[in-house]
Structures are given as structure tokens and as C-alpha cells.
């Protein structure tokens, strides 16, 4: 593992500098971040380096002395995703992206690490020791369908591993997993759907919980399978479904365990449920009870909003779908305070009109509708999960750039709307 900064702070500064590579702790091979960590959890701690003439340095430490060495290390590959979904995002997009976005990562570090969905496809005997061994649990997957014919067609993979046995092996040696299902109309739903809830509820608790995610389509599919997306009344049908379901789980299991993406429900036209409903909110960053997430804050919150007298025109930017119930249930109850504060829903032209969430806005649809809104308001919000840790957007547009297209202050809200608020108003 190369070094590529060593924190001044670190007891190593000085001595190991970027460059240097970490060949052993304690006399073992070290592969990536968590095998480190891994490693240096031991009593006591010794850290071979090799620097760039090729000469070896050797440190000793004691567990708490090596817990935070300030130090950081060059990215590893990524290990590839060999499938090829028809609903994938990766193939469903334009060229000219950044190179991040084109990668398919299907890489089990990634899942333990940043709750990246994975498919345990591509695992070899060393990596699911290793699991094993360093307990990296829990693990994100895709399943999709448990039934092994459809999900080797679904992933075009005739050599895809069967999905069970690999999950009860991991189970039983103490691995759990959070499981995710993207529906696709008449493709994986109906009796399909229905075997893998009940095949994946039988391994509970290992399998903790399953997300029923709709297929999202962008307009960039000219050389792929014809897939569309759900009807009202199919989505419908799928949380009603969902929710039967649920009922049974409680009563059986003491959990809902299957939980529907906020998408499904705005599709469906339906209520979400209550936050409790959500339980451990364990799927969030899936789509999964962040609407009600938002409403349940704002409610609780709203009060500490100041209702002096302020100048601020604030906008609030929003992908199409979450548009009505967040103008209904939060934006038309702020039309009594002082301060004046409009949502904005979003055209996604980029990817299409089926994509109307906000987390796929792009920075160049978001910079078009503040343009428009040019001399009408003085704060602008952004959707909280629109942009990445580097903040870019999607098409590779910086948030700085954004900043400077646009003749007003640009913000990224928070998923709190009364921290965004609060912090616009400043």
C-alpha cells in the first residue's frame, strides 16, 4: 500500500513520507485500508515501510499508539461488476461523463465500507475468507430475484453462483447482509417477487432487511433491452402488496423486515407511512424513508424557525417527483412566516423525463432553472444528495462552477429543511 500523506500530527511525520509504501504489520501482508486497520488492532504493533530507494523502516507501537497514525493511503482498484443488467445505470449513460461514473464496481470492501450494493458474483475462496476472518458485516446486495434461472438471465451471467447457499454459508459464520430488489415491470415482479420475499425472509435475522426499489430508465438506452417503468396503479398494487406483507413479518418475525422506496409510493400516489413504520432506517441512503425522514423533522422542528421580519427570498430546488408532497406538506405551511421561501421542481433533460428524482439532477439542469430564477431570489437551495463528496455533480460540474454561472448565493441544503432554512437565512 502506498503512502500518499502523512498527517503532521502523526508520530510517523517525518520519518515516513508520501511515496513509501507499507509492506507488513506485524509480519503480514497488508492488501487495503481495512486490512490495515485490521491489523493494528493488535496488543502490540509492528509496521514495515519500504521507501522509495528501496530501503525498509521498521516501527513498533502499542494498540493506542497506533490507532491514529495520520496516516492515508493511495485508492486501491476496484473490483468490476462482470454483469450486465439491462436496468443498469452505468450502461445508460451518455459519454463525456467523469470516468467514476462509467466504473462498476462490485466490490465487497466498498459494500462493508460505503454500503455499496454488490452481487456476490464475483467473490473468490480468498475473499470470502477474508469476510469471515475480519467480520465485514454487514453486507449490501442486489438480488433482485432468488430464483437462479431468471437472476443468471437478468445479470446475462450463465455462470452466476446460486444466491442461497451463499448467503447461508456467510450467515452462518456470523455475516449479515441488508438486500436490495430493483423491480422492473412484468420482468421480476409478481410470483417472482413473492419467492424471493419469502426465501429472503426465511434467513432472517442474517438477511436483516429488503428494499423494493423501482427500476429507474434513462432516455440513453437506444442498444438495450426495452424495459418501462411502473404505472400508477401497478405501483399501487406493489405497496399494497408490500404492506400485507409486513403485517405477517411483524407478527412472526417482530419486524417489518421488506420496506418500499419512497419512489413507489409518490408513483403510487399513496401516504407514507409513519416514521416508526421505517423502524432502524436502515435503507435511507437506499431512497428509503427519506421523504418521511424530512416531513417528521420539519414537523418537530418548525418552531425554531425565526419569524422576525427578513429580507431573504429563498428557493428550493427538488427533483419532479418529490415535488407535490414536499410543496403540500412543508412549503405552503411557511407562507405565514416572515421570510418568503418557494420549491422549485426540477426538469431532469439530461437524463430524461422517466428520471425525476432529485439525487440524479445534474449540476447543468440545476444551473439552467436558477437562470431563470435570476433577480427573484437571493438564496438558492440545492437537493442535499446531489452532489458527492468532492462536490461535483453528476455530469462533472463542481459546485463552485455552479456558484459562479449564477447571479445569487447557492447552497446545498441539508436533509434537515429547517437547518437549510435556518442556514439561508443567515
Known sequence: MKISAVDPASPLFGKVRPGYSLIHVNGESV???????????????????E?????????????????DLGL??????VMICKNKCPFCFVHQQPRGMRRALYIKDDDYRLSFTHGNFITLSNLSDDDI????????????????????????????????????????????????????????????????????????????????????????????REKLPSLRTYRRDESAEIVNYVHGRQKEFLKKLHTRFVFVADEFYILAGKPFP??????????????????????TDFNRRKRRLPNQSREKRIVMLTG???????????????????????????????????????G???G???????????????????????????????????????????????????YSIVDSICEALV
Open 364 to 414: 447543468g439542469d440545476l444551473c439552467q432553472s436558477l437562470k431563470k430564477f435570476e433577480g427573484n431570489y437571493d438564496v438558492a437551495l440545492l437537493p442535499p444528495n446531489c452532489l458527492n463528496k468532492e462536490s461535483l455533480f453528476l455530469d462533472n460540474l463542481s459546485l463552485d462552477d455552479l456558484r459562479s454561472k449564477v447571479n445569487m448565493k447557492v447552497l446545498v441544503g441539508k
Open 31 to 49: 492488501r487495503d485500508i481495512i486490512d490495515f486497520h485490521y491489523r493494528i488492532s493488535d496488543d502490540h504493533v509492528r509496521l514495515e515501510f
Open 51 to 67: 521507501d522509495t530507494q528501496g530501503e525498509r523502516l521498521n516501527f513498533h507501537f502499542r494498540n493506542h499508539d497506533a490507532s
Open 72 to 77: 492515508s493511503f493511495e485508492d486501491d482498484p
Open 320 to 358: 419532479e417527483s418529490a415535488f407535490e408532497i414536499l410543496n403540500r406538506e412543508i412549503v405552503l405551511k411557511l407562507k405565514d412566516f416572515a421570510f418568503r421561501i418557494d420549491l422549485q421542481a426540477v426538469k431532469n433533460d439530461f437524463w430524461g423525463e422517466t428520471v425525476t428524482v432529485s
Open 360 to 362: 440524479l439532477l445534474t
Open 274 to 295: 409513519s416514521i416508526s413504520e421505517y423502524e432502524e432506517m436502515a435503507q435511507f441512503e437506499n431512497g428509503v424513508g427519506m421523504i418521511r425522514h424530512t416531513l
Open 129 to 220: 475468507r477474508r469476510i469471515v476472518e475480519q467480520r465485514l458485516s454487514p453486507l449490501y446486495v442486489s438480488v433482485h430475484v432468488t430464483d437462479d434461472q431468471l437472476r443468471r438471465c437478468i445479470f446475462q451471467n450463465e455462470k452466476l453462483p446460486s444466491l442461497l447457499p451463499q448467503l447461508k454459508f456467510l450467515i452462518a459464520s456470523g455475516i449479515k447482509f441488508h438486500t436490495q430488489v430493483v423491480l422492473s415491470p412484468g420482468f421480476n415482479d409478481g410470483p417472482y417477487l413473492e419467492r424471493t420475499i419469502d426465501d429472503l425472509s426465511q434467513i432472517y435475522p442474517g438477511v436483516m432487511t429488503l428494499a423494493v426499489v423501482p427500476v429507474g430508465l434513462t432516455k440513453y
